[in-house]
């Protein structure tokens, strides 16, 4: 054999002896004594029927559950709302726990891991016996974990880390209230700040107090953002008087958000509190002692809402279609604008197509459609407590199809804005420069 080739050879075989060196030093000191033997062996002799309590420790956090008439029960709260198929889990998953290695003659637990557990499950069946399960570890070749059980000195692996089927929240082990669904709502609500109503009528959302016209998709957001929450985290399950005050969430200090139906039932309603350090909100249903979180961003635009963030921003919005006839006053005298009846819209639009086949001529635009689409594009820039002050630049009467009237007023405000009221108490900034195109088409009509 040539001499490099038996250099390869020899560091193979060196190699080969390294390894298994590394092997044997990485098994607990006290593996040369144990006796192993492979298999299936059930670390609990029952099954989860027969379970009659459940305990865990997960780091600081020690858990207790017994059955009482068949129901799970939080020890020592009764009250606490367990769910029910969680723990049903549970106990299927600790009942069933089977090894696949068992190891005899260990003298030193320690080098297991078992001497301080990562983790600690006891079962108890009817009869009052206890099987308590530590779990050490992860094997050399981590292709498994040490496992202590009571009443035996024998240590077993399992293959997986079964402390992560136990690794649960609060909001996990109880069940939480059920949210209600709501599909129809006609008013919505938040205490102190909004009392939207639908009016069937005109299909609109206005201020149930003062009848002020809101902007339907910012009332509808406001709603769909209500609808839509659901509980992040559940605090407690029985919160006392005491702590329903520090959280903001007594009767006199909570924030309602709800929604009505149109009998005026109430279809969903939240309680909303103050924010913890993370600034999530406390939050419970009415009538309620079981305490939750929401996320800060799903209830933030709830509680800014109210009249300055669900205002209407356009002082007409009605479809030139659903016009009857609306009579502009200003300066220059009035013109009067009434849309064609369906009959006459008809003949315009065969006299009008008569006439293009004949010599080509376009069909003339509407005036008055076109004055009411510039007076229908006014957009308010600011909602403020004020009054007009001497006699309107621009007033239009408006009677729609159904034969509703109202009237808008533009006043003099600024050079940049106009005024126009919309209650007793508040009105609206427009620009100028959009109420003169108004009244400069008025003037050439």
Same mark, same amino acid.
């Given at each position: 054999?040539?001499?490099?080739?038996?250099?390869?050879?020899?560091?193979?075989?060196?190699?080969?002896?390294?390894?298994?060196?590394?092997?044997?030093?990485?098994?607990?000191?006290?593996?040369?004594?144990?006796?192993?033997?492979?298999?299936?062996?059930?670390?609990?002799?029952?099954?989860?029927?027969?379970?009659? /309590?459940?305990?865990?420790?997960?780091?600081?956090?020690?858990?207790?559950?017994?059955?009482?008439?068949?129901?799970?029960?939080?020890?020592?709260?009764?009250?606490?709302?367990?769910?029910?198929?969680?723990?049903?889990?549970?106990?299927?998953?600790?009942?069933?726990?089977?090894?696949?290695?068992?190891?005899?003659?260990?003298?030193?637990?320690?080098?297991?891991?078992?001497?301080?557990?990562?983790?600690?499950?006891?079962?108890?069946?009817?009869?009052?016996?206890?099987?308590?399960?530590?779990?050490?570890?992860?094997?050399?070749?981590?292709?498994?974990?040490?496992?202590? /059980?009571?009443?035996?000195?024998?240590?077993?692996?399992?293959?997986?880390?079964?402390?992560?089927?136990?690794?649960?929240?609060?909001?996990?082990?109880?069940?939480?209230?059920?949210?209600?669904?709501?599909?129809?709502?006609?008013?919505?609500?938040?205490?102190?700040?909004?009392?939207?109503?639908?009016?069937?009528?005109?299909?609109?959302?206005?201020?149930?107090?003062?009848?002020?016209?809101?902007?339907?998709?910012?009332?509808?957001?406001?709603?769909?953002?209500?609808?839509?929450?659901?509980?992040?985290?559940?605090?407690?399950?029985?919160?006392?008087?005491?702590?329903?005050?520090?959280?903001?969430?007594?009767?006199?200090?909570?924030?309602?958000?709800?929604?009505?139906?149109?009998?005026?039932?109430?279809?969903?309603?939240?309680?909303?509190?103050?924010?913890?350090?993370?600034?999530?909100?406390?939050?419970?249903?009415?009538?309620?002692?079981?305490?939750?979180?929401?996320?800060?961003?799903?209830?933030?635009?709830?509680?800014?809402?109210?009249?300055?963030?669900?205002?209407?921003?356009?002082?007409?919005?009605?479809?030139?279609?659903?016009?009857?006839?609306?009579?502009?006053?200003?300066?220059?005298?009035?013109?009067?604008?009434?849309?064609?009846?369906?009959?006459?819209?008809?003949?315009?639009?065969?006299?009008?197509?008569?006439?293009?086949?004949?010599?080509?001529?376009?069909?003339?635009?509407?005036?008055?459609?076109?004055?009411?689409?510039?007076?229908?594009?006014?957009?308010?820039?600011?909602?403020?407590?004020?009054?007009?002050?001497?006699?309107?630049?621009?007033?239009?009467?408006?009677?729609?199809?159904?034969?509703?009237?109202?009237?808008?007023?533009?006043?003099?405000?600024?050079?940049?804005?106009?005024?126009?009221?919309?209650?007793?108490?508040? /009105?609206?900034?427009?620009?100028?420069?959009?109420?003169?195109?108004?009244?400069?088409?008025?003037?050439?009509?």
């Amino acid at each position: 054999m040539k001499r490099s080739m038996k250099m390869a050879v020899l560091l193979v075989v060196l190699a080969a002896f390294a390894g298994g060196y590394v092997a044997v030093t990485r098994l607990p000191a006290s593996s040369t004594t144990v006796t192993e033997e492979e298999g299936q062996f059930a670390l609990y002799e029952g099954d989860a029927d027969s379970l009659a /309590a459940l305990e865990w420790t997960d780091g600081g956090t020690a858990w207790r559950f017994e059955k009482r008439d068949g129901e799970w029960q939080k020890a020592g709260e009764p009250d606490f709302p367990v769910n029910q198929t969680v723990l049903g889990t549970l106990a299927d998953k600790a009942a069933s726990l089977t090894a696949t290695r068992a190891l005899s003659d260990v003298t030193s637990p320690a080098d297991y891991g078992l001497a301080e557990p990562v983790f600690t499950l006891t079962l108890t069946d009817a009869d009052g016996v206890q099987t308590t399960l530590t779990l050490g570890d992860a094997t050399p070749f981590e292709d498994g974990y040490y496992v202590g /059980a009571s009443g035996t000195e024998t240590i077993y692996t399992v293959k997986e880390d079964f402390s992560g089927s136990f690794d649960l929240t609060v909001s996990e082990l109880a069940q939480m209230e059920e949210i209600p669904q709501v599909e129809r709502y006609a008013r919505v609500t938040v205490s102190g700040a909004v009392d939207a109503a639908y009016d069937a009528q005109t299909d609109t959302w206005v201020d149930a107090a003062t009848g002020e016209p809101l902007d339907t998709e910012a009332v509808e957001s406001l709603a769909t953002d209500i609808k839509a929450l659901s509980w992040s985290a559940l605090v407690t399950a029985n919160a006392t008087d005491e702590e329903l005050a520090s959280w903001q969430l007594d009767d006199r200090t909570a924030t309602s958000a709800a929604l009505y139906d149109e009998e005026e039932n109430l279809a969903l309603c939240f309680m909303l509190g103050g924010t913890n350090e993370d600034g999530d909100v406390y939050a419970r249903l009415p009538d309620s002692r079981m305490v939750y979180l929401f996320m800060a961003e799903d209830v933030g635009d709830i509680l800014a809402a109210s009249a300055d963030t669900l205002w209407r921003k356009q002082p007409v919005t009605l479809a030139y279609e659903a016009l009857s006839q609306a009579v502009f006053t200003f300066d220059g005298g009035s013109v009067t604008v009434a849309p064609p009846q369906a009959g006459e819209a008809v003949k315009a639009a065969e006299s009008e197509e008569s006439a293009e086949e004949a010599d080509g001529a376009e069909a003339t635009e509407d005036p008055g459609e076109s004055l009411w689409t510039a007076l229908t594009a006014l957009t308010g820039t600011a909602r403020i407590e004020a009054q007009p002050d001497g006699e309107a630049l621009l007033s239009v009467a408006i009677t729609d199809m159904d034969g509703a009237h109202r009237q808008v007023g533009f006043y003099a405000y600024d050079v940049d804005s106009y005024l126009v009221p919309v209650t007793d108490s508040h /009105a609206m900034l427009v620009p100028a420069d959009s109420v003169d195109k108004v009244i400069r088409m008025l003037r050439q009509m």
